[in-house]
Structure formats: C-alpha cells, structure tokens
C-alpha cells in the first residue's frame, strides 16, 4: 500500500505505471512479458490473495490470476487487464515515459498498462486494514490480448463464467466514457490458386489468381454497410511472382466488424462462402469471429449506472459509449455483467505519441475501488 496520507496520490501511482511502463512487452516477446508478469506477482506479496501464474504457450507469455482470501466460494468480481502491448521491442527509444502537463507518455502506458495499474493499486488498497469489499476479486492479468486472445481466451470465458461482474480495465474514451457495447471482430484468410503461364508467349493457358483476387475484393468491399454498422477490410493482400509469369497464387487478410450476433452469422457466413468467378481457379476462406459482439444488456447497462453513481459520489460525471474495437470484454458480456473502458483518459493508443492524462489516474483509481467495496 502507498506511504502517503491520500492512498490515491497521483504521483505514486504514476511512479508505478512508469515501472511497468519501462518494461517493454510486445506480444510476441514472453520473455519480455514475462519479466512484467513478475513484478506485478511480486506487488501482492504478504497481501491476503492467492497468486497464480499460468505459463504461456504457442509463443505467448505467462498469464497470472490473482484472487482475493475472501469470497472465492461464491461469484464475485473478475478484473480484466492485459500485460501486453502492440509497439515493438525497442520502442522505448522512441516513446519514452516523460511527463509533460497532464499527459504522461509511453508506450503501452494508455493501453492498457495506465488502467491495469489502477486497477492493481486499488485491489491492493482494499487488501489493506481499512479495505473491504463485500465481493471475492479475481485479477487476471494476460498476455497476448493485443493478437485476439488466442492462448488466454478459454481462461477468461471460464472465470467469466464463474464471476458476478466483470470489470475490463481497458483505456476509457473520448473524454473518460465507459464503454458498455462493443462490436464483434472475425478475421479471415483468403487464397487462391489460379494457373502460371508465360504472360507473353502464352497468355491464353494461364488463370491469373490476382485477377480472382480483384474479384473477391471488390465482393468484400460490397459487403460494407456503415448504416448497419458492419465494416469489411481488406487488409493485406499478396499474390504473383514475376511481371511476365501470369499469378498462379494470391492472398488477403481480411478484418470483420459486427454490432450483433445475428450480424455476425449473416457474415460470416457469406465471407466463407465466397467462390471463385473464374473457371481453374479456387478460392478458399478460412477464419471465423474471434470476439463475439458485446452487445449493450440490461445486466451491463445496471452496473454502468452503479458506476455512474459512484462517479457522481466522487465528484465527476461518468457517460458511456459504443466502440468499434473489440476487447476482452467481448468474450463475458453476453453471460455476466460487463463494464469495460474503466482504464485511464488519455489518447494516441498504438501510436508513436501514446499517453494517459495525468489528471484521470485518481479519480479511475478511486471508482475501481469503490466499484470493489460497494458490489453485492
């Protein structure tokens, strides 16, 4: 617990965000990450919790799951927090923590390093004499949410499942909005095999695969319907060897946003089921939703508005907002209470000017607790 008269000094919290901050840990650096996964393991020594640290696998780092002495027999509380981060090793050079006004920088440090450490300090703060908190707490820190999630997936949905509420400690938006709706994300690989041939000697024996591609792109692209809110992205593509050899080979990764499941299944559907127009070429999709929509729900929407009154308790207003981008939050919301966004104001996320303001770190770090010890 902190060593000044305000448990929330912003200063000490800052001091450590920026620890956790100059620890770089991009996704696809365990043992980077796992460095992180040991000092916030170390933070909860002599606190009445249980630690437990899950190795990492496919190339991922540890994942570790904190859980309150008390409370454990019945639902309770499960914290999101990702350990993780998009910019790579080396970035630190470029983005280095600095403070200037309100806005520290840092790579990761908005998203989501900022909020998991509030989150951290308060659940360290209601382990302490004058803490209490009706509810067990379970923190789970993980690894690869920066990818989809793939190793600490089935990890989140099982404690999702045995928890009450679920706070995600996700960057807040726009101005400190909590976030209670986000859209599904799929992502698919297309490819396509056609026939090579000598583009000039004997153009007429080839079947172009990028040609095919043109095809699938321009049917992707068609699918875009911003009215609805489903966004279709063609985000990579690759394809041919040679100018003069007609492309027997092409590539496309491709990004789906959904609002809702019935959405969602329209749509993939209809990317799986893309088909070749041109006769000797095939075209096959793999992929599938990687994050289920989280869909505003009455269970959601009543702890949002417990938020709000806390907020308003300590002195600030607190709104909600829908967000395209998919979070962890996406794999509970459909069966528990999720609130997500509760992580610090700041912007510039994945960028080469992240940053949190300053100013928001007490009073996020305030709400998480209170969240904590007013939850039944």
């Known amino acids: 617990m902190s060593g000044t008269s305000n448990p929330f000094d912003t200063a000490t919290i800052?001091?450590?965000?920026?620890?956790?901050?100059?620890?770089?840990?991009?996704?696809?650096?365990?043992?980077?990450?796992?460095?992180?996964?040991?000092?916030?393991?170390?933070?909860?020594?002599?606190?009445?919790?249980?630690?437990?640290?899950?190795?990492?696998?496919?190339?991922?780092?540890?994942?570790?799951?904190?859980?309150?002495?008390?409370?454990?027999?019945?639902?309770?509380?499960?914290?999101?927090?990702?350990?993780?981060?998009?910019?790579?090793?080396g970035f630190i050079e470029r983005l280095p923590f600095r403070v200037e006004g309100d806005s520290a920088f840092g790579p990761g440090i908005y998203d989501m390093k900022g909020g998991g450490y509030v989150a951290y300090h308060a659940f360290r703060e209601i382990c302490g004499p004058t803490g209490r908190a009706p509810l067990g707490i379970t923190h789970l820190f993980t690894s690869d949410e920066e990818i989809g999630s793939p190793t600490s997936r089935a990890l989140i949905e099982a404690e999702g499942r045995k928890a009450k509420y679920v706070l995600v400690t996700e960057p807040a938006r726009d101005g400190g909005k909590i976030v209670t709706g986000r859209k599904g994300v799929g992502r698919f690989d297309v490819v396509i095999k056609g026939v090579p041939a000598h583009a000039g000697l004997r153009p007429e024996d080839g079947r172009s695969a990028v040609r095919e591609l043109a095809n699938v792109i321009l049917t992707l692209e068609a699918m875009n319907d911003l009215e609805r809110g489903v966004t279709v992205n063609v985000g990579v593509v690759r394809g041919g060897t040679?100018?003069?050899?007609?492309?027997?080979?092409?590539?496309?990764?491709?990004?789906?946003?959904?609002?809702?499941?019935?959405?969602?299944?329209?749509?993939?559907?209809?990317?799986?089921?893309?088909?070749?127009?041109?006769?000797?070429?095939?075209?096959?999709?793999?992929?599938?939703?990687?994050?289920?929509?989280?869909?505003?729900?009455?269970?959601?929407?009543?702890?949002?508005?417990?938020?709000?009154?806390?907020?308003?308790?300590?002195?600030?207003?607190?709104?909600?907002?829908?967000?395209?981008?998919?979070?962890?939050?996406?794999?509970?919301?459909?069966?528990t209470a999720t609130l997500d966004g509760l992580g610090v104001d700041g912007q510039g996320a994945h960028t080469h000017y992240e940053q949190l303001y300053v100013s928001s770190i007490e009073p996020r770090a305030r709400l998480l607790y209170r969240l904590y010890q007013t939850l039944r």
């Open 242 to 335: 040679r100018p003069n050899v007609t492309p027997e080979e092409a590539y496309a990764e491709v990004d789906l946003r959904v609002p809702t499941i019935a959405d969602a299944d329209e749509f993939v559907a209809r990317i799986l089921g893309l088909a070749s127009r041109t006769e000797g070429v095939s075209v096959k999709v793999v992929g599938e939703l990687n994050r289920p929509p989280y869909e505003k729900n009455k269970a959601g929407s009543a702890l949002f508005e417990h938020a709000r009154n806390l907020a308003a308790e300590l002195g600030f207003d607190l709104l909600d907002t829908y967000t395209g981008g998919g979070s962890d939050g996406n794999f509970t919301a459909a069966r």
């Open 14 to 89: 800052l001091d450590g965000i920026r620890r956790w901050v100059e620890i770089e840990t991009p996704t696809e650096a365990p043992e980077q990450v796992n460095k992180l996964v040991s000092l916030v393991a170390e933070g909860y020594r002599e606190l009445p919790v249980s630690v437990e640290r899950i190795p990492g696998t496919n190339g991922c780092g540890d994942h570790l799951a904190v859980r309150s002495a008390w409370g454990q027999d019945q639902p309770g509380i499960l914290v999101l927090s990702h350990l993780d981060t998009v910019h790579p090793l």
